[in-house]
């Protein structure tokens, strides 16, 4: 019974923290963590709050909305994705959720507008000093401040961007020629020749200019 009673009031202060802030309140946001990171959140544990779930669906090659809890936010949705060395490799780690779950941030490193941004771990945290920060820890930082705002964003596959820099290449320098060419077929397309009695009349006129001159 009372493990009962635990859970439904962590649920609470999860999902109801300012009853006050009405728009605040709906601000459904993710809220999950990398699987690997379950048995290291001990560690991490003074840094971030804990997700509603540790799952691979949170990844980024993984992300899936529909098998994904969410929890209301008071302030903002964000992703974080950091930088782990784990077992001498170097690989990432995936946390949504609120920005409040990201323990005494700093909160001028969080810009107004929308997009990822790297930022660094002593930069991120206020009074950064006591966890021993290396001046290189980074995290890219993607706050948002819309419902369900920090699922993975897709990125443009490096083929199609391959792809499109071949056509700008292609269509550019005739772009370019295309006013030049149109003015030298309109000025063919206009000219018209003269008959042989302009030409007769014309040279009679030089040769009177000519003698008068």
């Known amino acids: 019974m009372a493990t009962d009673v635990l859970q439904v009031f962590s649920y609470l202060i999860a999902n109801v923290s300012d009853l006050a802030n009405p728009h605040a309140y709906r601000m459904q ?26 799952t691979e669906k949170c990844d980024f090659n993984n992300f899936d909305g529909k098998y994904m809890r969410t929890k209301n936010c008071t302030d903002l949705c964000v992703s974080v994705r950091m930088n782990d060395k784990v077992g001498g490799r170097r690989r990432y780690g995936y946390m949504r959720g609120c920005m409040s779950d990201i323990i005494h941030y700093n909160r001028s490193v969080v810009r107004d507008y929308p997009g990822c941004y790297s930022v660094r771990l002593r930069d991120l945290f206020i009074s950064s000093e006591r966890y021993a920060f290396e001046p290189h820890d980074s995290v890219e930082l993607c706050p948002c401040s819309k419902p369900f705002c920090n699922p993975a964003v897709p990125r443009v596959p490096p083929f199609v961007l391959i792809g499109l820099a071949a056509i700008l290449l292609f269509v550019f320098p005739r772009i370019q020629n295309f006013p030049l060419e149109t003015v030298i077929l309109q000025e063919k397309k206009d000219f018209v020749p003269f008959s042989k009695n302009q030409k007769r009349r014309i040279s009679r006129f030089s040769v009177l200019e000519i003698g008068v001159s």
């Open 29 to 54: 946001c993710h809220s999950c963590m990398s699987p690997y990171l379950e048995d290291q959140f001990m560690y991490i544990s003074h840094l971030y709050r804990r997700p509603l779930a540790f």
